[in-house]
Nanobody, 122 residues
């Protein structure tokens, strides 16, 4: 069974940090580009960051550039999203997704995790 599982979400104060993980089972992540998306209440799903299959190319939404870092460990079959200097507007459910190539379009990705909730609040 092909599955992506996110973890690492939680409640954090503004200015704090979290590291999200996206672990794959049933398939090898290094064959795929990975995207992180988020969806806040009442808003559309938006792209946060993505990384190519070999990790040589990354990109970030302007809203998170300089604060978030995406990385991958293909030995552990896991992709990470390090989130620093968190703001209230980062509050959302965060999803990882696997696809054949990097893209901001959610329809590009074939498999999705169930999401992990991030709440930034004092």
């Amino acid at each position: 069974q092909l599955q992506l599982v996110e973890s690492g979400g939680g409640l954090v104060q503004p200015g704090g940090s979290l590291r999200l993980s996206c672990a794959a089972s049933g398939f090898t992540l290094d064959d795929y580009a990975i995207g992180w998306f988020r969806q806040a209440p009442g808003k559309e799903r938006e792209g946060v960051s993505f990384i190519s299959s070999r990790g040589t190319f990354t990109n970030y939404a302007d809203s998170v550039k300089g604060r978030f870092t995406i990385s991958r460990d293909n030995v552990k079959n896991t992709v990470y999203l390090q989130m620093n200097s968190l703001k209230a507007e980062d509050t959302a459910i965060y999803y990882c997704a696997a696809g054949s190539y990097t893209s901001w379009r959610p329809t590009t990705y074939h498999w999705w995790g169930q999401g992990t909730r991030v709440t930034v609040s004092s």
